[in-house]
């Protein structure tokens, strides 16, 4: 079992720049796809982005596509989200999960497991 640790949320202003990593423990983090998703108040959790095994297939939500960038380094067992150009209506608790196999084939968030605490997001206008 997977178990995933987000860091590296804050407080931004608009137009800024956050990196988000989520840490895992165990063997077995080079073996799944990755997923970020977040969570605004009062709204359902989201798909942020996705990330294959090793890295060479990601995906993106329309709302984050040309500003955010996915990517994985499985020698430090660690997952990361680059957050460029963010707006207000990126604030969220982002959380980090593990996809249902070694490629993306979802981005259910029930579809994802082994769910990290999550960071914060906050970015002032």
């Known amino acids: 079992q997977v178990q995933l640790v987000e860091s590296g949320g804050g407080l931004v202003q608009a137009g800024g720049s956050l990196r988000l990593s989520c840490a895992a423990s165990?063997?077995?983090?080079?073996?799944?796809?990755m997923g970020w998703f977040r969570q605004a108040p009062g709204k359902e959790r989201e798909f942020v982005a996705a990330?294959?095994?090793?890295?060479?297939?990601?995906y993106y939500a329309d709302s984050v596509k040309g500003r955010f960038t996915i990517s994985r380094d499985n020698a430090k067992n660690t997952l990361y989200l680059q957050m460029n150009s963010l707006k207000p209506e990126d604030t969220a608790v982002y959380y980090c999960?593990?996809?249902?196999?070694?490629?993306?084939?979802?981005?259910?968030?029930?579809?994802?497991?082994?769910w990290g605490q999550g960071t914060q997001v906050t970015v002032s206008s």
């Open positions: 999960a593990r996809g249902p196999g070694r490629v993306v084939v979802t981005r259910a968030p029930e579809d994802f497991g082994s």
């Open positions: 165990g063997r077995t983090f080079s073996n799944y796809a």
């Open positions: 990330i294959n095994w090793i890295g060479l297939s990601t």
